[in-house]
Nanobody
Framework: QVQLVESGGGSVQAGGSLRLSCAIS?????MAWFRQASETEREGVAFLENDVTTTYADSVKGRFTISIDNAKKTLYLDMNSLKPEDTAMYYC??????????????????WGQGTQVTVSS
């Protein structure tokens, strides 16, 4: 069983930065950040496998960084050069066990409650 609690969302102007945190109870080979804007499907933006291998959506590559601090049991998403189109609810997710990451949200077993990020122009 994995429990996830996000924090760190907020409002920022375009070009600014935010750091999202996800407190983790339990463990998972795959950890990920997804986002969902109004009336859109949930989109995977950053993936972390085995605490080392990272993958990013093209829309955030070079601007977002996913990382984990195992001592603090916390997953992070550092977001730089934010754009209005990054506005969304951001969710931390885990597949559980040793399953690999995937961009498809419906195969993730565990989700946090979400944290809102709003970027104004």
């Amino acid at each position: 069983q994995v429990q996830l609690v996000e924090s760190g969302g907020g409002s920022v102007q375009a070009g600014g930065s935010l750091r999202l945190s996800c407190a983790i109870s339990g463990s998972s080979y795959c950890m990920a950040w997804f986002r969902q804007a109004s009336e859109t499907e949930r989109e995977g933006v950053a993936f972390l496998e085995n605490d080392v291998t990272t993958t990013y959506a093209d829309s955030v590559k070079g601007r977002f960084t996913i990382s984990i601090d195992n001592a603090k049991k916390t997953l992070y998403l550092d977001m730089n050069s934010l754009k209005p189109e990054d506005t969304a609810m951001y969710y931390c997710a885990a597949r559980g066990g040793r399953a690999s990451c995937s961009k498809y949200s419906w195969i993730y077993h565990y989700w946090g409650q979400g944290t809102q990020v709003t970027v104004s122009s």
